[in-house]
């Protein structure tokens, strides 16, 4: 199927959706755009199955449909950036503690929680797996995703301080999870033996380092060329052209390209915003960005809800996904448990910051995207399926249930 039609159906149907959604449902965007998908997706299977016309389209239509390329490639980019433009770095500073070790450790120790407790769960369901394959799954589920949270949260009036942690927390875990994902995928493909510590040290180090340092430096170049015109036009095609370099030029040195953007929106909507872009500039650049966020953000969970057409629905598969939903969650109350204990003197926490993290932490389409990746003889069919689930019930139940729980437990 063509570019052009995939693009244009894609857009028909995200409108049509949140026509409904804001007509009919009034849900928050993400999650009424998701919840309308699935239905829609559903339909056409059991149409499809009575009409082979209908269901030969509709399954050359998702499989023509590249998501991991789709979401990982291109839509992340501006995704990140265009959430990372409205953090405040002050706050963020404060927060920078947690938010460093949940996106780190909390992330590596959650892949390792996670795949351990699903291999020991598929055994006794009657799937064995390897368990660098049952990692690989902890590694695709532990990230958090700030695409999904970002909406729901405001949708919620979370309490900045809670938000901040939520978010920033998101918006770099997901690169840290890439490079963890990268790692244990090269172990699967090449084994155990093939691959040393100082590789893995080495790889990571060069990822995450490297994305992070390329963002600062392209921030602030970014910056001078700002500070020195004052011309919203000109401004806001540099900060796309930003975007777009930053990552295309991280994927080049082989450095994280999803912390090298956040760090550069962190750098244009704090340092550029305060003294190098002109009132008039700066709104237009936010009403730019925000609908870019918008536009995206419809496409992607218009796709989450369309990706239902290639699962594999298979009993056990169900089972396993739903027993996964509380492995997850358990895993992410558990990692940050302890730092939130250690830094509860230090800084002024909404109370049960535990739990609100947990429930807050949803996950989206890049771990979709991520389990994609995989080869049929990494149990390719078995992992999606049950990390579709996960994502479902995250986005819907957590997302749905999120805004009551803030109201409960913060007067």
Known sequence: MELLTIITILIVLSAIFGFINIKFLKLPSTIGLLVISIFFTAG???????????????????????????????????????????????????????????????????????????????????????????LLFGAIISPTDPIAVLGILKEAKAPKKLEIKIVGESLFNDGVALVVFITIFGIAKAGIHETTVSHIATLFAKEVIGGIVLGIVIGYLVYLMLKSIDHYETEIIITLAMVMGTYWLAHTLHFSGPL?????????GNKARKSALSDETERYLDKFWEIIDVILNAVLFVLIGLELMILTFDGKYIIAGLIAIPIVLIARFAVLSLPIKFFKKRLDLVPKTSLLMTWGGLRGGISIALALNLTQSMQHDLILTVTYIVVIFSIVFQGLTLKPMIKKFIK
Request: charged content about 10%; aromatic content about 16%.
């Open 260 to 268: 090298a953007v956040v760090v550069g929106g962190l750098f244009i």
């Open 44 to 134: 056409f299977l059991i149409v499809g199955s009575f009409n082979e016309k209908i269901s030969e389209f509709s399954q050359n239509f998702v499989t023509s449909i590249d998501f991991k390329t789709i979401l990982l490639d291109i839509m992340l980019s501006f995704l990140l950036f265009a959430g990372a433009l409205h953090i405040n770095m002050d706050k963020l500073k404060k927060q920078s503690g947690p938010i460093i070790i949940f996106s780190t450790i909390g992330v590596i120790l959650s892949t390792f929680i996670v795949g351990t407790l699903f291999y020991y769960v598929l055994m006794l369901i009657g799937l064995p797996i390897d368990y660098i394959y049952a």
